[in-house]
């Protein structure tokens, strides 16, 4: 993964070079002290993983994650824990609170790579996702519907009773599975498209049997679904 560190202090600076050079999964590409500066690079350059100090002068973090058009996966980086609500409203890989310890740097890593590789399957008619400290391959075809369980996802599969749980948001995993083929119908779930059998009274009963809501913010699934079907 190419990345890319900004941070204003210098000793954090040197410190994340270090810990990115550890990891060979890991390409620094850049490195900067300057928010501006960066914020120009990452427009000019393709960057799968930015590392960022949020508070810093003339432009915090959390601004310029916010300005980019074309946003890489992000690790926020701060001395202060007030700004992890923000963080991940951004959709955040992680959050880091400094000091930062190796481990807790190899986490984050860990995270990213695991989205990383969702992504390079996007197109692809299975998914492989990273489950009690194994990757699984898990078969597009396979999947009934997906739940959101804060930080964890559960990933409810036709062929087995266990679910497959993984630390990943719904958003996330929805960019890494085909367009046109699985929606988001609420806050905590997604389903694919070919398993709807019908939808009655905001309510989506699957050809599994199992009966999901749809809330308010996605109901035009409903109208989209029954498009589909004339």
């Known amino acids: 993964m190419k990345c890319v560190i900004i941070d204003d202090e210098p000793l954090a600076l040197g410190i994340l070079e270090k810990y990115i ?8 590409i850049g490195a900067f002290d300057d928010a501006v500066e960066g914020g120009q690079f990452l427009k000019a350059n393709v960057v799968d993983l930015l590392l960022i100090d949020i508070n810093m002068p003339d432009l915090s973090g959390l601004e310029l994650v916010a300005r980019l058009e074309t946003k890489p996966m992000v690790i926020f980086t701060t001395a202060h824990k007030k700004f992890a609500f923000e963080g991940f409203e951004l959709e955040a890989v992680d959050y880091l609170l400094k000091p930062i310890t190796i481990e807790r740097f190899e986490k984050a890593v860990q995270k990213a790579a ?5 992504k390079k399957t996007k197109n692809e008619e299975s998914i492989v996702v990273r489950s009690e400290y194994k990757a699984i391959k898990i078969a597009l075809n396979d999947i009934a519907y997906i739940e959101g369980m804060e930080d964890y996802i559960k990933i409810h599969l036709l062929s087995s009773r266990h679910p497959v749980m993984t630390l990943m948001s719904l958003k996330g995993i929805l960019e890494s599975l085909p367009e046109n083929a699985f929606s988001r119908i609420h806050r905590s ?3 694919p498209d070919s398993q709807v059998r019908s939808i009655q009274n905001r309510k989506v009963r699957l050809l599994s049997g199992a009966e999901l809501p749809v809330s308010d913010s996605y109901a035009g699934f409903i109208e989209k679904w029954k498009n589909r079907q004339t």
């Open 114 to 118: 695991e989205r990383f590789e969702l």
């Open 21 to 28: 050079g550890a990891f060979p999964v890991l390409e620094l």
């Open 189 to 191: 779930y997604i389903v």
